[in-house]
């Protein structure tokens, strides 16, 4: 099985599509190849938070009959700008779909959902260990913002 690599500008057949209960094992294989450990019933609870929530939403994306990627994002009222910010909680591609353009695909559907949605700008955090992928966003038109502080209040 060949790898097909996509220009920057190309991107693959991909049916994006709002995710449902029915891909959970793949959401929690997703997740844990991000580096969240997740098994199937913990994803399909996960995928009931987010569809019992208007301001949320998850985006999955199936790659010659797999689902290869996700986009969550998470709507939310920013008071700094009196506006609503759409942030992208968690964003990954599977490492046998990475390099084809699946991620511009799902930045792209993420952008339009937050133009819809009202949102004047979106955001994600990401790791300070993920250079490559701060590389990724810087070339999709994403850049530095301000440096986040946590306080971890349990085991998240």
């Known amino acids: 099985m060949s790898v097909q690599h996509f ?8 049916d994006l599509r709002s995710a449902s209960s029915i891909d959970a094992d793949d959401v929690a294989k997703l997740l844990s190849e991000l580096g969240y450990p997740c098994d199937t019933g913990d994803a399909a609870r996960r995928i009931r938070s987010i569809l019992d929530n208007d301001r949320q939403a998850l985006v999955v994306a199936r790659v010659d009959g797999l689902v290869s990627g996700l986009i969550a994002l998470d709507f ?6 009196d506006t609503i910010t759409c942030r992208i909680t968690a964003l990954v591609v599977s490492s046998s779909a990475r390099g084809q353009g699946l991620g511009r695909e799902l930045l792209r559907e993420a952008e339009r959902r ?3 949605g009202g949102a004047a700008r979106l955001e994600l955090s990401s790791g300070s260990q993920r250079t490559d992928a701060h590389a990724f966003y810087k070339a999709c038109g994403f850049s ?3 440096v986040r502080f946590i306080k971890r209040l349990g085991d998240a």
């Open 7 to 14: 220009a920057a500008g190309a991107l693959p057949d991909a």
């Open 76 to 81: 939310m009222y920013y008071l700094p700008l």
């Open 114 to 116: 937050a133009r819809a």
């Open 144 to 146: 530095d913002g301000t």
